[in-house]
């Protein structure tokens, strides 16, 4: 049951660094469109970087948040995946 639960929130982060990741591309590529998909990864991701935002502010321009939130996600599924690899 542990395993189970253990891969499940490890695809949820997944899914979670993909749509981190359109929007960083989305915001280099076309920043401030208006487009379906982009839209779709503001509102999911936004609860989640907003709190790291007001945390680390922009420095030099630069938002460290997804950066910061992929981190910690990517830590997380390694500690799921020694977790659903223990006996």
């Keep these: 049951m542990i395993a189970f639960l253990a891969n499940a929130l490890e695809i949820v982060l997944y899914a979670v660094i993909i749509l981190i990741l359109v929007r960083v591309v989305f915001s280099w590529v076309a920043p401030g469109s208006r487009n379906s998909i982009t839209q779709i990864a503001y509102n999911l991701t936004e609860p989640i970087l907003a ?15 997804p950066l910061v939130v992929t981190l910690v996600a ?13 006996p």
């Design 51 to 65: 709190p790291v935002m007001r945390w680390i502010p922009p420095t030099a321009g630069l938002d460290l948040s």
């Design 74 to 86: 990517s830590f997380v599924i390694a500690f799921l995946r020694g977790l659903a690899a223990a």
